[in-house]
């Protein structure tokens, strides 16, 4: 996590231990207003961080293709060849959109 201020790494996000270093960050997103940082990962991960700690304090298994993520306030979208509506709390798939001939990328 880098500082704009200070102009240096403030917090360092390493691997988890459900992660190898050849796991890839495929996408990187802010929980707007929580000091919380949701990554996913090439092994079909999405991992919550917490920005104080640098810990991981969740995990949801999605697709290994996962390309995107997007927050909200207590759901997440994930991105592969079908979107996938996230329960936080849960870890649950709500919804699910198929019908991507491609990996979604945004």
Do not use: P
């Not at 290994?64 to 649950?92: H, P, Y």
Request: charged fraction near 20%; glycine fraction near 6%; include cysteine.
């Amino acid at each position: 996590l880098w500082s704009i201020q200070k102009g240096s790494v403030v917090l360092k996000l390493e691997n988890s231990k459900s992660s190898s270093s050849r796991d890839t960050v495929t996408a990187l997103q802010f929980a707007q207003g929580t000091d919380v940082i949701y990554s996913s990962l090439s092994n079909g991960t999405i991992n919550e961080w917490s920005t104080k700690s640098g810990q991981v304090t969740r995990t949801i298994d999605a697709d290994e293709n996962t390309t995107a993520i997007a927050v909200f306030e207590d759901r997440i979208l994930s991105g592969s060849r079908e979107i996938k509506m996230w329960d936080i709390t849960s870890s649950k798939v709500i919804a699910s959109y198929r019908g991507h001939a491609t990996a979604v990328k945004c």
